[in-house]
């Protein structure tokens, strides 16, 4: 193999290969990253036997061939170059190396087999539809907070994705939670999406999905099927599979009947948040929302550090509340308001709360209460 | 040579018997009256109170322990002639010393002994660490003014009083540091007073195995061994950086402890790290049924204990040893404390199932771990399991009445299996 690529575009298609790299590994070969050359392109593939990622450049390939090195260690030479340098990369099956020569300077690193390089079973996909990039990335953004890590409830530990009944007709819905707080977020489903099985989509895919949504113009293949799912844009392919398990019921959490509503901005709603939180040590903070006639008191108070207080002029028009959250979740849920105020629905201070953006139902939080 | 003889006290230059008493039981070391960390650990403890309260078994080997499935806790040393030693299973103790006489363990008796020897430290210095009900590190720096006798004096007079008082024996060993000290006690055990001065320190530990190190356990030791370290001369031959680059915290520990390095103070801090309860079976078993059921009151007297103590925790710890002795400890970090017999239980059965072990098991045990104190315990309801609420509203209810009608009062069927 030898070829000649561009450092900026290698640096790029590198990136996302390494990223996928466990660090630690007691696999030799899953530290690697897979080149093949062939035409004018050559292709970079990683995997840590769950996730598989192949990116793909444009480069002037002299001579075809494939060969594996570590992916750290060759994104790290290539970070280091100076940018617009040439970089020429050549096998040397003879020694079992790959030289980068790039300007002055020549790396040569050791290799293993292609042959030996796991490369992830291709399997027939029940459903393949084109997202755009905008969409999925809100799906998955506004649903990552709340993917639990708790390994017993390991069902837990990914974004349910999946196709459901909003209001108006079927939608591509995406539910995270951990127990304490969730997500629920519809986008309008794709053409050709109809059929699609329901899939846990793994923390770690998520992350790595969300590199290939910067592009506001981009358009993703998605396809899935029961045990894997694939995100395609025409220089990356992202495989995964999924979590084998049933995601609860996640219905049943949502509360109907919640009447009691508060109106709130959402930014001052958290920076409020923020503030009174301060005085308390616990890693969990609790702080007590106080509601009465467009009012609304914050406060916290801990027993060994001290106590804060703060007021915000709000909607509310309900008969008196006093509910305690913890800090951590208020903040994250406010957070994810961007446009309108957030309007919170609550029922009594024992039962889950509903958080919405203005009138959007196609954005849900519930969160639990934290007794106080 | 200052010298110092154990039994009436006296203090003299020179020699190997007392002048005064004429007592062989002498101590003589050119640094005695300059080191002052000790480490004082009783002399089988459990088994020295039982023959001190029951005088027939005096000459008897004795064994502390529970039934004939169980465990040695402490065995006397006429037992530990025979082989017994102390963690080891009953039937393998009774089988190297079946005239031993075998004692259930009486806790509270012990807990009463040892208060009463804490209570003479507590005459000698402010700065005791226990380490259990029989051994503690004191730290006697500066109090030889206000005993008007250095500490070697003090800590004989301390071994005295707790066998003319408490009828019970203890070996004192006599450091600088903490590590010395404690090596110092084992060494001449029981009645034991040694020296390890800072002269010696070096030539005293090279030629000691790394297993003399505290928490140098089977695995560390086998990876020592690994890179070829059997002594402590071994790991003096190595860098400071190699040996971190190759054990990480523990390299850096033991570059310092091979050189007799220890700059650990002696801390009161009794703060309690985890609570425990573990049962041994009569009979290895991998009945899911009887598992489940020994699952819960564990978890139960765990959440009991937490209770008690006004304490939660974060993280719940399950402990399985087979019927071939493997050990299997797998925990579970909870996303808020709890001090809730109910969620202990369920997630120590949820590890239960996940531990990728198969029975049978000849012991179970369950614990939870990452304290914190009961105030931020259990305030956070779980979204997917709304009856998690009523479950800890019934497990209160059930405190309640257990407080005031006692302890069977009222228990889960579960309890039962």
Known sequence: ?372 | MPALCRDCLTQFPAGTRCPACRSPRVVSHAELDSLSIAHMDCDAFYASVEKRDDPSLRDRPVIVGGGSRGVVSTCCYLARIRGVRSAMPMFQALKLCPEAAVVKPRMQVYVQASRAIRAMMEELTPAIEPLSLDEAFLDLTGTARLHGAPPAVMLARLTKRMEEELGLTGSVGLAHNKFLAKIASDLDKPRGFSVIGRAETADFLKPKPVRIIWGVGTATQTALETAGIRTIADLLRWDRADLVARFGHMGERLFHLARGEDHRRVSRDEKVKSISKETTFFEDTSDPDLLDGHLWRLAEQVADRAKAKGLSGRTVTLKLKRGDFQLVTRRHGLTGPTQLADRIYRAARGLFDHAGTKGPFRLIGVGIADLAPESAADLEGDLLDPAAEKRAAAERATDMIRERFGKDAIIKGRALR
């Open chain 1, 1 to 372: 193999m030898k070829l000649s690529i561009e450092r900026g575009t290698l640096l790029k298609a590198l990136a996302q290969a390494q990223s996928v790299v466990e660090r630690r590994n007691t696999i030799p070969i899953l530290a690697n990253v897979l080149i093949e050359a062939e035409g004018a392109q050559v292709s970079f593939r990683a995997t840590d036997l769950d996730i598989e990622v192949v990116d793909r450049a444009a480069a002037m390939v002299e001579r075809a061939g494939a060969t594996t090195v570590s992916a750290v260690m060759l994104h790290e030479i290539i970070r280091k170059l100076p940018d617009g340098a040439l970089v020429n990369l050549t096998e040397d099956a003879a020694s079992g190396r790959l030289t980068i020569a790039a300007g002055r300077s020549t790396f040569s690193l050791a290799t293993l087999p292609k042959e030996d390089f796991p490369v992830m079973a291709t399997s027939e996909y029940s459903s393949n539809f084109a997202a755009k990039a905008p969409e999925l990335r809100r799906l998955f953004d506004k649903a990552k907070f709340a993917i639990s890590t708790e390994e017993t409830r390991y069902y837990l530990n990914g974004v349910y994705m999946h196709v459901a009944q909003g209001e108006d007709g079927p939608v591509l819905r995406c539910v995270a939670t951990d127990g304490h707080r969730l997500a629920r977020i519809d986008a309008p489903l794709p053409a050709g999406a109809e059929g699609m099985p329901g899939v846990i989509v793994p923390r770690k895919t998520v992350g790595e999905l969300r590199k290939l949504l910067d592009d506001d113009d981009a358009t993703i293949a998605v396809s899935v099927s029961e045990t894997k799912v694939r995100f395609a844009t025409p220089v990356i392919t992202l495989t995964s599979k999924v979590i084998d398990g049933t995601f609860p019921d996640y219905t049943r959490v949502i509360p109907q009947n919640n009447t009691r509503r508060l109106e709130v901005d959402a930014t001052e709603f958290a920076k409020a948040v923020d503030r009174v939180a301060t005085v308390s040590s616990e890693r969990s903070r609790a702080v007590k929302l106080s509601l009465d006639e467009d009012r609304l008191i914050l406060s916290v108070n801990a027993p060994d550090s001290g106590a804060a207080e703060e007021e915000l002029a709000v909607a509310y028009g309900d008969e008196r509340l006093e509910i305690g959250f913890n800090a951590k979740y208020l903040l994250e849920i406010a957070s994810q308001v961007d446009r309108e105020n957030a309007v919170f629905l609550f029922n009594t201070a024992n039962e889950p709360t509903l958080m919405r953006e203005g009138n959007d139902t196609s954005a849900v939080y519930v969160v639990m209460p934290m007794r106080v």
